[in-house]
């Protein structure tokens, strides 16, 4: 995955916006307020990608597991975040699919009425 479909992929789900609250290198994407996905631009300039992506803590573990190109979260919660290598072996497909997932987990989390806003934003 290259970093415009990876940019791309994440800006077009529903109520997401990117931030750069750390500091200028690292990409934040959010919704309702809350990450979902972050990346170092200067990892992607040095050809060596990763995102961190939230995931449901018994799903981390099995595909730590499972994946090389995914280990525990770096610099954040090591029970419910994955940094997912992206210039290894896994497919643009699947590495949406992890996306999916961590957006999922997040908008969920959200309260109904943001969830709502999101859905339906007059």
């Known amino acids: 995955m290259n970093l415009e479909t990876f940019y791309e992929y994440c800006l077009s789900k529903k109520g997401v916006s990117e931030h750069f609250p750390f500091d200028e290198d690292t990409l934040v994407f959010k919704v309702g307020g809350k990450m979902f996905a972050l990346s170092s631009l200067s990892q992607w300039e040095k050809n060596e990608p990763s995102v961190n992506l939230k995931c449901d803590p018994e799903r981390a573990q099995e595909l730590r597991a499972e994946y090389d ?12 975040w994955n940094t997912v290598a992206l210039n290894g ?3 643009v497909k699947f590495i949406k699919e992890l996306i999916d997932h961590s957006y999922e987990l997040v908008f969920k989390s959200l309260t109904k009425k943001i969830q709502n806003e999101i859905i339906d934003p007059r």
């Not at 190109?69 to 419910?80: A, L, T």
């Open 89 to 91: 072996n896994l497919p």
């Open 69 to 80: 190109e995914i280990k525990p979260g770096f610099h954040m919660s090591k029970v419910h």
